[in-house]
């Protein structure tokens, strides 16, 4: 009678609160910014503290490649489980190169972007699979990895704004090809019209703005911070996520200034009580967190690493036609982010 309520990979929307960015500059002194312009980012507040313009400065012919890996761990105790814990463990690693093709008056990045390799490895219980998009075996058949197949060595393009926001993915019509082609190119119009809408440019924008992380508009004094709160939807109920960015401080190392950020996210459920289908659903007991560590290399433009951890447990009791049963889940995220050149 109970359907399984599942987190699937709902922790996305708590990791979509640790946005961020990478970039560089292509001036033959080692890839690094002049001097007068890292300078110009940098001034003195009237005590004498530090206060840093952080913002997303490269010209064209910048090429940046990049490490992604998101690692999330579910557990799901429900009737659908027969009361077992079921554990599932997924790693995915993106390895992707991107050169700056434009930078408009207004200082928005157009990106040409490629996906040079995708590896998956998940594990539930007893069971393992594996996915390298290098490798040529019979799991890239597998229906569950068409779409990673598609988009590898296939170049598109995203715009950036000077504060990290991704605001346009384009010239994905390449993979749309590969991927229709994969099914067999028997689908109709309508049917490819859903795999558009439930494939492409949002969830390629979701994935990359992962590397970014959004900075204000003004400048950022040393020790302080900046919040970046909205509401999203988990299952049936509403929450709203406050994630909070300190600028710890500058550092210098090899030659290149660092920013040092840190982040807190706290998840506040604005509704703990949701009825769907007939089915009323209550949220006995929450835990949630998440933090992270960035580094901003003000000398080249880029973010240089990353490291994010979000944890959400819920317990939830659930009723319909006057039975009831509990459910317990959780899941665990870790994101890394690395430059590789």
């Keep these: 009678m109970f359907r399984k309520i599942a987190l699937c990979f709902c922790a996305v929307y708590l990791l979509s609160c640790f946005i961020s960015c990478g970039k560089k500059d292509d001036s033959k002194t080692d890839g690094k910014r002049n001097d007068s312009l890292v300078n110009s980012l940098i001034k003195k507040d009237p005590s004498g503290k530090d206060k840093v313009m952080l913002k997303y400065i490269v010209k ?19 009737p659908a489980t027969d009361g077992k814990d079921i554990t599932q463990d997924n790693e995915i690693n993106y390895v992707y190169s991107k050169e700056a093709t ?24 007893s069971q393992f699979v594996v996915y390298k998009s290098n490798v040529k075996d019979s799991v890239q058949s597998n229906p569950a990895f068409l779409q990673y197949n598609s988009v590898v ?6 715009r950036v704004s000077v504060e990290g926001e991704i605001t346009d993915v384009y010239g994905i019509e390449k993979i749309y090809e590969n991927l229709f082609k994969a099914l067999g190119d028997t689908l109709k119009e309508e049917e490819k019209a859903q795999i558009k809408e439930s494939f492409g440019k949002e969830s390629i924008k979701e994935i990359l703005q992962q590397e970014y992380q959004t900075f204000p508009k003004n400048d950022v004094l040393v020790d ?25 401080g500058i550092e210098e190392k090899d030659g290149a200034k660092l920013a040092k950020i ?11 009580e949701a009825t769907e289908k007939g089915m009323k659903l209550v949220i006995t007991n929450s835990e949630t967190s998440g933090s992270g560590k960035i580094t901003f290399n003000l000398t080249r433009g880029c973010i240089t690493s990353k490291e994010t951890m979000t944890t959400l447990k819920l317990d939830l009791k659930m009723t319909a ?8 889940q959780s899941v665990i995220t870790n994101l890394s982010v690395t430059l590789l050149n």
Excluded at 70 to 77: H, L
Excluded at 238 to 245: C, D, F, P, Q, V
Aim: no cysteine.
């Design 224 to 248: 302080s911070n900046w919040v970046k709160t909205y509401n999203t939807q988990l299952l049936v109920f509403n929450i709203m996520n406050s994630a909070k960015y300190t600028l710890k």
């Design 262 to 272: 840190e982040a807190m996210l706290t998840v506040d459920f604005l509704n703990k």
């Design 321 to 328: 036609q006057g039975q009831t049963a509990n459910s317990k």
């Design 153 to 158: 060595n296939v170049p598109f393009f995203i």
């Design 102 to 125: 434009d930078v408009d008056a207004t200082g928005i990045i157009t990106y040409r972007v490629n996906f040079d390799s995708i590896s998956i490895s998940a594990k539930q219980d």
């Design 60 to 78: 064209k012919g910048d090429k940046l490649s990049y490490r992604m890996t998101a690692k999330t761990s579910t557990m799901d105790n429900s």
